[in-house]
Every structure is written in structure tokens, then in C-alpha cells.
């Protein structure tokens, strides 16, 4: 039966693009007949969650007739203490996504101007279109580092928030703290700098900061993390900011009391003190990744080296082809496409096992 009923959502919905997450491993499954697919397509944590928050799951289950905490009060200590802030300092949310979300909610008004680095994370985008803002993109240099000049060029006096991300998704890259600091002390201090450090724990590189010390010292700047990269809790959705106190309090005004839920709240509490598994999944990225670039190098393939847990590929002309046909042996990346790099996929570094897997598809393929 078909609907019946003119009812019209809002305009701008026409516009967004809704996020696309990739095929799932049954689908791949499914639809090429195949049992092992391996997944390498949305920078999960390959070694699982920490041990410690399953345990903190199961034992919190008995409790789950009771609301969470609406302020996620023992889990905001436990992360003041990891980040040398104060609680007041911090927002916890249904994973990194929510954050954004209430970001734009808290700032933006309509035609309000969001500067983004392209190609980035699609979700800022998303957010500032939601509002009714305006979207000035800034391309990322041909080596796909930050172009902090143009960054700059963008802002006008209508510009509520400037996006950096770093490591930079897809491209792996980072803003260096120099550049950093050059960009706050230029910008007004009625623009905040959103700067993403969602992957801030697989960076090797000295001039990398993921912001915090700039919020010790008062900058009008929010940092995103999450918990689920380095911390393998993606599907249970815990992230969170760090700001100056003012910029926090304007966020919670726009958040849902209950946002995060309890089993959430002890499996993150538990993670980011299983200092084991965290350091066991910074080496295995850091490892393997070194791996990886040897082998694509063997293949003849560019890449771009990278301070997080992916790769960005470049395949050439061929792209699209190869990653269709990765699919059909069972390997899942994400294709450039999305991001306006046809001739490239981003892969997530995976167990040892699965980025030979992925190697050798490569090689039959090419
Ligand atoms: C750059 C970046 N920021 C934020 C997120 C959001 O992560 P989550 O909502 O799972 O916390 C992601 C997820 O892929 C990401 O790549």
C-alpha cells in the first residue's frame, strides 16, 4: 500500500547525504557466497574490547532497571584524571557522532558558516547542514596535509566553528601542534575550534598534539574522542569532549539527559583503565601498519603514511574495480569515492592475519 499523506519534512534534508557505513560482513557474505569476510572498512579495534569492560558489562546487568547517570559523573572523573582536567571540563556522549551533532545544535544558527577540512570526516558536514549553516569547505594540500593559510582565508565574521581533525579520516594525516596553536592565537575568539582526535592514540609523531594542553590554557577549542577506536567499544557508542567549562555547559544544554547508557558508561570506566589492552592495540596499528606500507610499496602501490589505524590507498583509474572485486574475495574497504578520491580506498589496519589476507587479494587483483 502506498502512503497517504502529504506530510513535507524539512527542506534541508534534500541536501544531506546520510552517512554511509560501509557493507556488512553478512551482506558481503550473502551476496558472494562467501564464509570468511574479513572487515577492514571502519577502523575498529581488530583485537575486540578490553577483557575489563566485558567483565564491567556483565556485572552491571543486574541494575539495568535503573536509569544511567544523566552525568556520567563516575566515568567523567575517571577521564578528568586520564586527561588532566577537571570533570567540569567534560561531556560524555552516545559516541563521538552525538557529540558533533549536539556541537551544531548548541552553536549553529541558520546561515551561520562551519569551515571543514575536505576531504574529511562527513559528519560535520552533516551537522552544520542539519542547522541551516553554510558548509566552506577547505581542500587538504595535494600530500593531503593541513593548508593552515587557507584555513584561515575561509573564517568570516559569520564563521561559529572551524573542524580539524587529527589524524585526519580518510587521509591518516595530522595537524601538527605548531599549527595548532598558529590557528587559535589567529582566530577570533568567538570561533571554536572543534579539533576530532577520535584516532589521537595511534600517532608515532612528536610534533602531534590531540589538543588537550590547549584547553588547559583557556583556548575556545573542544576536543572529540572516543571510545571506539583504541578502546574496541564501537558498538556499545561511549565519546567524549573536553572544552573550557562555558563551551561544556552550553553542549549539556542541548543533550538528552539520558544519553549514554549504563552499560556504556562501566564498559568505558573499565577500558580506559586496561592500560594492557591499550597498549597491546597501539602496537599491534603501529606494527602492522609499518607492514602494510612495505607491502604496498612491493605491489608499486602509493600511499599515504598515516598516524592512525588506516591506510590511505591509491589504485589509480582502476579503483573502483579493485575494490569491487576485493569484495568478491572476501575483503571489505572503503572506497575513495565517498570522500571525492575515486582513485582511492582507505583500509583499516587489521590482525596480522587479515592485512596479509588483504595483500594478497591486492596482488591477485593487480
Ligand atoms: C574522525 C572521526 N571522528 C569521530 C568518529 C565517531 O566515532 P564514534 O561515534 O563511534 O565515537 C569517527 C568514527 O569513525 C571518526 O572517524
Redesign the pocket.
Known amino acids: 500500500m502506498s502512503d497517504n499523506n502529504e506530510v513535507q519534512a524539512r527542506k534541508v534534508l534534500q541536501e544531506m547525504t546520510p552517512y554511509s557505513p560501509g557493507k556488512p560482513i553478512w551482506e558481503v557474505q550473502r551476496e558472494w557466497g562467501l564464509k570468511e569476510v574479513i572487515k577492514l572498512a571502519s577502523?575498529e579495534n581488530p583485537l575486540g574490547p578490553s577483557p575489563k569492560a566485558i567483565e564491567a558489562i556483565t556485572q552491571a546487568l543486574p541494575e539495568l532497571h535503573r536509569y544511567p547517570d544523566a552525568d556520567a559523573s563516575k566515568l567523567k572523573q575517571v577521564i578528568a584524571e586520564a586527561y588532566e582536567v577537571e570533570a567540569k571540563q567534560l561531556i560524555v556522549t552516545n559516541?563521538?557522532?552525538e557529540l558533533i551533532t549536539l556541537v551544531s545544535e548548541a552553536f549553529l544558527d541558520a546561515s551561520d558558516e562551519v569551515v571543514v577540512p575536505d576531504p574529511s570526516?562527513s559528519e560535520y558536514r552533516f551537522g552544520a547542514l542539519l542547522m541551516g549553516a553554510v558548509v566552506k569547505n577547505v581542500p587538504l594540500k595535494s600530500d593531503f596535509s593541513y593548508d593552515v593559510e587557507a584555513i584561515l582565508a575561509a573564517v568570516t565574521n559569520r564563521t561559529k566553528l572551524v573542524y580539524l581533525?587529527s589524524p585526519n579520516?580518510p587521509t591518516g594525516t595530522i595537524l601538527t601542534k605548531a599549527e595548532l596553536e598558529y590557528i587559535l592565537d589567529a582566530l577570533p575568539k568567538r570561533v571554536l575550534v572543534v579539533l576530532?582526535a577520535?584516532?589521537s592514540h595511534y600517532t608515532t609523531s612528536t610534533e602531534y598534539t590531540n589538543g588537550v594542553e590547549f584547553v588547559r590554557k583557556g583556548y575556545p577549542i573542544l576536543v572529540?574522542q572516543?571510545f571506539?577506536k583504541i578502546f574496541g567499544l564501537?558498538g556499545i557508542?561511549v565519546?567524549f569532549g573536553i572544552a573550557p567549562e562555558g563551551i561544556i555547559q552550553s553542549i549539556v544544554q542541548v543533550k538528552e539527559p539520558f544519553n549514554v547508557n549504563t552499560l556504556a558508561q562501566v564498559a568505558a570506566m573499565a577500558a580506559i583503565g586496561d592500560h594492557e589492552h591499550v597498549n597491546q592495540s597501539s602496537q599491534l596499528v603501529k606494527a602492522e601498519r609499518l607492514r602494510l606500507y612495505d607491502s604496498l610499496r612491493l605491489l608499486g602501490l602509493g600511499y599515504t603514511e598515516s598516524m592512525s589505524n588506516f591506510i590511505l590507498v591509491e589504485l589509480g583509474l582502476e579503483a573502483k574495480s579493485i575494490y569491487e572485486r576485493l569484495m568478491t574475495k572476501g575483503v571489505i574497504v572503503r572506497y575513495g569515492q565517498i570522500w571525492g578520491l575515486p582513485q582511492h580506498v582507505r583500509v583499516s589496519v587489521g590482525l596480522p592475519a587479515d592485512n596479509d589476507r588483504f595483500i594478497k587479494a591486492l596482488q591477485e587483483i593487480i
Request: one cysteine or more.
Open positions: 577502523n559516541g563521538g557522532d570526516f581533525c579520516n576530532d577520535a584516532y572529540i572516543t571506539s564501537a557508542r565519546g
